[in-house]
């Protein structure tokens, strides 16, 4: 049984982005330059791909980030949403409760869970090709601006990293993936991958998921 929290988190829809002119199709994660492919697939008119139409897919790109600095941005930019959506709630309460929950929100979710997600609508040997975050500035053309929302002050990474824990185990679940980036596997292989050389926190993880 889904809880309201498990469909904030997990969306019920997938969207891939092709990217003709560099034979990509692009898996839109938020914090992982979301705004960004939504910018080109309008400006471009790129075709989108959602849910059961990616299963007519035989691979999927999927941008990795630093890990730390996404969860950071994640929580920052949720807590100002949420700030500006309820203006009535008490700023030091949201902070305690997104760090002592960590994943409240799609923003910060881990992005193995995000692929998690696409795993749903992906023929069993469609390739996942990982690639670094980094590279972005190779297929797009223009980086929009971050809008109302302010980047972290050094004094909220302090607060929000200190004493933050298990933080460090759901971060490293993602590292794996961008220490793969350049690599392609089905969600299976994936899994496999994690099991065999990871296997004791992808057994304290899946059970959770």
């Not at 409240?104 to 992906?122: D, E, G, K, T």
Request: hydrophobic share 40%; proline share 3%; aromatic share 14%.
């Amino acid at each position: 049984m889904r809880t309201a929290l498990d469909t904030e988190l997990f969306l019920d829809c997938c969207e891939v982005v092709e990217i003709p002119l560099h034979n990509q199709r692009v898996y839109l994660i938020q914090k992982n330059g979301h705004n960004i492919f939504r910018y080109q697939q309008k400006k471009y008119n790129l075709s989108v791909f959602t849910n059961e139409e990616i299963l007519s897919l035989d691979y999927v790109d999927v941008y990795i980030r630093n890990p730390r600095a996404r969860y950071v941005s994640g929580v920052n930019t949720y807590l100002q949403v949420l700030q500006l959506d309820h203006p009535e709630l008490d700023v030091d309460t949201a902070f305690w409760f997104a760090k002592r929950y960590k994943f409240l929100n799609s923003h910060c979710l881990p992005q193995f869970h995000w692929v998690a997600n696409l795993s749903r609508y992906l023929r069993s040997d469609a390739k996942i090709r990982l690639r670094e975050f980094t590279n972005l500035d190779k297929i797009v053309d223009f980086f929009p601006e971050r809008g109302f929302v302010t980047g972290p002050t050094k004094e909220f990474v302090n607060r929000l990293l200190t004493d933050n824990n298990s933080l460090d185990l759901w971060l490293y679940l993602d590292q794996i993936l961008l220490d793969l980036a350049g690599q392609e596997f089905t969600w299976s292989e994936l899994l496999d991958y994690y099991q065999s050389n990871h296997k004791n926190i992808i057994e304290h993880v899946l059970p959770k998921t």
